[in-house]
């Protein structure tokens, strides 16, 4: 039911700056959490930031806390994803997903998400 569809990604010079938005339709719930993921080659699948609106709570990696910011816009049911300064070790596939987190965890674990986009990619390379 819930469909999300990325886009924003592309290939960016190390200090350079990208937006990624995250387009939601369909039935959503206020207390579902709304995160970005990425998964670099042979690496596993992580969470960069989550978002939730019933208790306006974000959440960062440690490793993107000073330079990412989660944002939405409800009237367009988009969720953003801006990412400043960025590394060649940013350099992945981005995912954003929706799911139920119980309160009192952070929203970076993708086992607590249950509707995921298909993905953009970002290239950090000079």
């Known amino acids: 039911q819930v469909q999300l569809v990325e886009s924003g990604g592309g290939l960016v010079q190390p200090g350079g700056s990208l937006r990624l938005s995250c387009v939601v339709s369909?039935?959503?719930?206020?207390?579902?959490?709304i995160g970005w993921f990425r998964q670099a080659p042979g690496k596993e699948r992580e969470g960069v930031a989550g978002?939730?609106?019933?208790?306006?709570?974000?959440d960062y990696a440690d490793s993107v806390k000073d330079r990412f910011t989660i944002s939405r816009d409800n009237t367009k049911n988009t969720v953003y994803l801006e990412m400043n300064n960025l590394k060649a070790e940013d350099t992945a596939a981005y995912f954003c997903?929706?799911?139920?987190?119980?309160?009192?965890?952070?929203?970076?674990?993708?086992?607590?998400?249950?509707?995921w986009g298909q993905g953009t990619q970002v290239t950090v390379s000079s």
């Open positions: 369909g039935f959503t719930l206020d207390y579902y959490a």
């Open positions: 978002i939730r609106s019933s208790d306006s709570r974000v």
């Open positions: 997903a929706t799911g139920y987190v119980s309160h009192g965890s952070r929203l970076l674990d993708p086992d607590d998400y249950t509707a």
